[in-house]
């Protein structure tokens, strides 16, 4: 990163990651400057997850653990009692509740407000927020244009890449649908209006998160049709539970960084069977491994974190991004009435047939949907990222994939490497971006931590070692 103090700063992408980064550089700088956060759709703040969508869906992240801000932990919780439908709640109970998304919206909203659109009177930092989509950055020496592509051209002396999570990867047959009835290629889009009678059929590929929130809009809705969920294992998110006291994990005499993969599965293998043994939720191991994951990622060799990525994942996902136990009810409800209906294949195929969608699994089984949403979760392979700015600056060596391509490359302080492994004198990135680096790199307690990391390297004092502690601190 460049030494000279940056006058006008880019932010790419308005989630939680980019504003929540021009927030704390907007709070932490100490001269004057300007900050331009530039999203491609919504307004800042909200992101892909807390839109206005549906009013249904909720956090799966208790509202004790939802601070935007890592060193003010209490700070959504302070809010939250500020709006009046909390007003009567009793705090501890509070803490532990999972909030509506878009009310989380509201508190990204607010601070975005608060920060960047009206900053009180000595703010050092003006902002402004543009609606549109960067297609490439040009570099200069020690500062770039970035471009966008409704033409505009702005020159920034710091650009910071926080554009999300890429969208699924595509399906074998899928380029064939793309204007067909009965396809949803985006599950984040509206879908409701397009809904078959209720004696028709919705098919859900995937059984993750997105699955989960599709079926809870289907019950909202009150739309009695079946539904057919897809995975390879058929597995859905498990739900928060009580924890548990377990001190024998981790083992005080072993060093999980320097496990590697196959003796860390053989570890964990053996705490399940002893909590199984005690009727207890093994799950509370993943819990346990939190605060040591990214140092466990960074100690496995490239095998080991291709591997994990590979075969364990889908099973690591299961318990660790769990749901509120309200929604989780409702999946098993909608289970045991027969409405939904869960297969564990892999999709080998899907065929258009007139007015409908067929989904044919590798077992040779077919599962036919008037309407079939693809929710399988983004694409992680990096390199073939379907970003136009991505590939621009893959193309020019500006960015580069990290060893398991799983996102972009980056020093420690989220400045990036470029192609040939120098550090990038302006651009920096944050978010799931980093899957390839830290693995855990997507929720809130997580993006926190960077969001304000990543402001202390483009304001010239990373504190990396402080705020890795920090991370440790609140991650559970
Ligand atoms: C449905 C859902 C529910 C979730 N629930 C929770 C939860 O309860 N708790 C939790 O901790 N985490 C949750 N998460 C994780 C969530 O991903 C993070 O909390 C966080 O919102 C990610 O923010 P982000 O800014 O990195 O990415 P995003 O929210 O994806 O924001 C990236 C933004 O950049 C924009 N963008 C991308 N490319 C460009 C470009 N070239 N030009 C301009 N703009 C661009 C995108 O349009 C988008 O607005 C959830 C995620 C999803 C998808």
């Not at 909200?46 to 839109?51: E, H, K, S, T």
């Not at 249904?56 to 939250?80: G, K």
């Not at 402004?128 to 244009?145: A, F, M």
């Amino acid at each position: 990163m460049g030494r000279s103090r940056p006058a006008h700063i880019v932010v790419v992408g308005g989630g939680f990651s980019g504003t929540m980064t021009a927030v704390n550089i907007a709070r932490l700088t100490e001269h004057p400057l300007k900050i331009t956060v530039v999203n491609d759709r919504g307004p800042v703040g909200r992101g892909v997850a807390y839109g206005l969508r549906r009013p249904e869906y909720l956090l799966n992240v208790a509202a004790r653990n939802m601070s935007a801000f890592p060193h003010e932990p209490d700070h959504f919780l302070d809010w939250l009692c500020t709006r009046s439908e909390f007003e009567l709640t009793p705090e501890i109970e509070l803490r532990e509740r999972f909030v509506a998304r878009q009310i989380y919206g509201d508190y990204l909203r607010s601070i975005a407000q608060h920060h960047l659109q009206s900053p009180g009177e000595g703010a050092l930092a003006t902002s402004e927020l543009i609606k549109g989509e960067v297609v490439d950055i040009e570099s200069g020496e020690h500062s770039c244009r970035v471009r966008l592509a409704d033409g505009t051209a702005i020159e920034a002396d710091r650009v910071v890449l926080a554009t999300g999570n890429e969208p699924p990867a595509p399906l074998p047959g899928a380029e064939a649908l793309e204007d067909h009835p009965a396809w949803v290629a985006n599950p984040w889009q509206a879908w409701e209006h397009r809904l078959p009678h209720h004696d028709g059929s919705v098919v859900l590929l995937g059984t993750g998160l997105t699955t989960v929130d599709a079926i809870i809009t289907l019950r909202a809705l009150g739309w009695l049709g079946t539904v057919d969920a897809i995975s390879r294992h058929g597995w859905f998110p498990n739900a928060h539970f009580r924890g548990i006291e377990y001190p024998e994990f981790p083992p005080a005499d072993i060093d999980l960084a320097a496990l590697g993969l196959e003796r860390l599965l053989a570890l964990i293998e053996r705490h399940c069977a002893i909590l199984h043994a005690r009727n207890a939720n093994p799950a509370i191991i993943v819990d346990k491994l939190r605060g040591y994951t990214q140092r466990i990622w960074s100690g496995f060799s490239i095998e080991d974190r291709l591997t994990f990525a590979h075969e364990h994942a889908a099973r690591w996902n299961v318990f660790r991004h769990r749901i509120a136990p309200e929604i989780h009810a409702q999946i098993t409800s909608s289970q045991l009435t027969g409405q939904l209906r869960v297969h564990a294949g892999s999709i080998a195929r899907l065929e258009p047939s007139a007015d409908r969608i067929h989904v044919e699994l590798a077992d040779g089984q077919s599962v036919r949907g008037d309407l079939v949403i693809n929710a399988t979760g983004p694409s992680t392979k990096f390199t073939a990222t379907r970003s136009v700015l991505l590939q621009n600056l893959l193309r020019r060596g500006t960015i580069a994939p990290d060893t398991t391509d799983l996102g972009v490359h980056v020093d420690t302080d989220h400045t990036v490497l470029t192609s040939s492994g120098e550090r990038s004198p302006w651009l920096l990135a944050l978010g799931p971006l980093l899957r390839g680096t830290y693995w855990e790199t997507i929720a809130v307690p997580e993006l926190r931590v960077q969001a304000r990391r990543v402001a202390e390297t483009v304001l010239g004092g990373a504190r990396a070692e402080e705020e890795s502690q920090l991370q440790l601190e609140y991650m559970i």
